[in-house]
């Protein structure tokens, strides 16, 4: 079965940075788009960044400038470069991935989920 596994997040100061990293696997045969969102306590999943298979990329007006999403294609990993962290960018932040793949014996296109990695911004 496909999994995204996320690691990374953690305990960080105002003005503090973290990377937080997404690696995919499984019987993966195709990654088209990966993106990052974040969903604070009592407020919806909203998109933060995102990137497709050739690279361009979009963020959230939000974080623009501070936040930096990049892929490795070789190792099915997506990257969340977070810099100059303010408090309200407190949230569980989840990766998705655009994924073609054989599982349970069918080849299906889904979009698949991390389970979420925790970043707390805090003095």
């Known amino acids: 079965q496909v999994q995204l596994v996320e690691s990374g997040g953690g305990l960080v100061q105002p003005g503090g940075s973290l990377r937080l990293s997404c690696a995919a696997s499984?019987?993966?045969?195709?990654?088209?788009?990966m993106a990052w969102y974040r969903q604070a306590p009592g407020k919806q999943r909203d998109l933060v960044a995102i990137?497709?298979?050739?690279?361009?990329?979009n963020y959230v007006d939000s974080v623009k400038g501070r936040f930096t999403i990049s892929r490795d294609y070789a190792k099915k990993t997506v990257y969340l470069q977070m810099n100059s962290l303010k408090p309200e960018d407190t949230a569980v932040y989840h990766c998705?991935?655009?994924?073609?793949?054989?599982?349970?014996?069918?080849?299906?296109?889904?979009?698949?989920w991390g389970q979420g990695t925790q970043v707390t911004v805090s003095s």
């Open positions: 990137i497709t298979s050739g690279g361009s990329t």
């Open positions: 499984g019987n993966i045969v195709t990654i088209s788009t």
């Open positions: 998705n991935a655009d994924v073609g793949a054989w599982t349970a014996g069918v080849y299906r296109r889904n979009d698949y």
